[in-house]
Each structure stands twice: as structure tokens, then as C-alpha cells.
């Protein structure tokens, strides 16, 4: 770790630990048990104005990893096992919380993501999608609305961002027939 960013001293380092994650499914299972990520659980987001209540949130707090930084060399590959990891226990820590609100306030909770890592840090947008859609059937029976949110421009109709949003919409709809009495 270097300035809070997984910077291994080489690149060997990375496709050691791919090897073994690869080789040895129940460390990586036990490894994932051990991500955290950081949660408020009601945040204020806005000012009360003109005697109106404040607007608060729960904002989760997770990372993906830095594939962009340190320089040349990295291959994705190397990174994929751990990369995957992280973008599943990130997702599914995120929904899980959403879920834990949506039972204790008896209502539909909408979430709001980014595509966590697929920027600046160079995480494959595949990860995150696989992440997002296994937690998502994962949660299913959850009354959640998970709402993608894009940087810049909205994705080309066709594209594998495009085919998720269809897919999420056609499960939430599902849950909501399912889940109707909250």
C-alpha cells in the first residue's frame, strides 16, 4: 500500500497472487469475507430551507483498484481475480446496506451507483457489470431500485451498459410484483 492505493513493488507480485486466488478458491472466498467498505448512514446533503426538513442520505463508501497507476507493465489479467473481488464484495456491500434500509424503514429504496473503478482507476467495465449483476440476482428479493449514474454522456444503445440497464429494470420490476406490501 502506498498513499492508499494497492501499489505492489512488482508486477510479479500481482501474478503471484492471481495464481494462487486462481488455484485456491477457498482463500479467495475467505479473502472476500474480509473487504469492508465505510457507511453514513444519514448523511446531510442539503440545507432546510424555507422551514423545510433537511435532506439526508447513506452514502457506502468502497474502492476499486488503481490499474492505471504505477506506471506501465500492469497487465489486467494480473489483476483480475483481486479486481473481481473487490468490485463484488463493493457491490454486494452496498445493496446488502440499501436492503438492511429498505427493512427497517418498510419502504422501496433506491440506489444510486457509479461505475465504481471503470474511470481514472482502469477497472474493465466487465468486472463491474458481472459484480453488479450478481449481486443484484443475489438481492433480488429485496425492494430495491438501483439507478446506474454516467460521467459525461449517456452510453450507445447496444452496449453491454445499455443491456444491463434492461436487465435491472426487467428484475426490479419482478421484485416489485413479489414485494408489493412494502
Known amino acids: 500500500m ?3 492505493y494497492l501499489l505492489p513493488p512488482t508486477q510479479d507480485k500481482m501474478r503471484e497472487l492471481a495464481e494462487r486466488l486462481r488455484a485456491e478458491p477457498q482463500t479467495a472466498e475467505h479473502a472476500q469475507g474480509e473487504f469492508a467498505v465505510g457507511v453514513h448512514w444519514e448523511t446531510q446533503v442539503k440545507r432546510p430551507r424555507n422551514g423545510r426538513e433537511p435532506h439526508h442520505v447513506c ?3 468502497a474502492s476499486a483498484l488503481p490499474l492505471q ?5 500492469r ?3 494480473d489483476w483480475e481475480p483481486l ?14 446496506v440499501a436492503a438492511l434500509l429498505a427493512s427497517r424503514r418498510k ?3 433506491t440506489v444510486y451507483l457509479t461505475a465504481l473503478g471503470c474511470g481514472a482507476f482502469g477497472n474493465p467495465t466487465d468486472w463491474f457489470l458481472a459484480a453488479l449483476h450478481a449481486s443484484m440476482k ?5 425492494p430495491l431500485d438501483v439507478r446506474l449514474l454516467h460521467y459525461g454522456s449517456l452510453p ?3 452496449s453491454r451498459w445499455t443491456e444491463m440497464e434492461t436487465t435491472l429494470r426487467a428484475q426490479q420490476e419482478s421484485t416489485k410484483r413479489v414485494r408489493a406490501s412494502y
Do not use: C, D, I, P
Open 75 to 77: 497487465r489486467a489479467q
Open 138 to 142: 443475489k438481492l433480488a428479493a429485496h
Open 69 to 73: 497507476y504505477g506506471g506501465a507493465g
Open 2 to 4: 502506498r498513499n492508499g
Open 107 to 109: 419502504v422501496r429504496v
Open 83 to 96: 479486481g473481481r473481488m473487490v468490485q463484488h464484495a463493493a457491490m454486494e456491500s452496498t445493496l446488502l
Open 156 to 158: 450507445a444503445a447496444g
Open 59 to 61: 452514502q457506502v463508501f
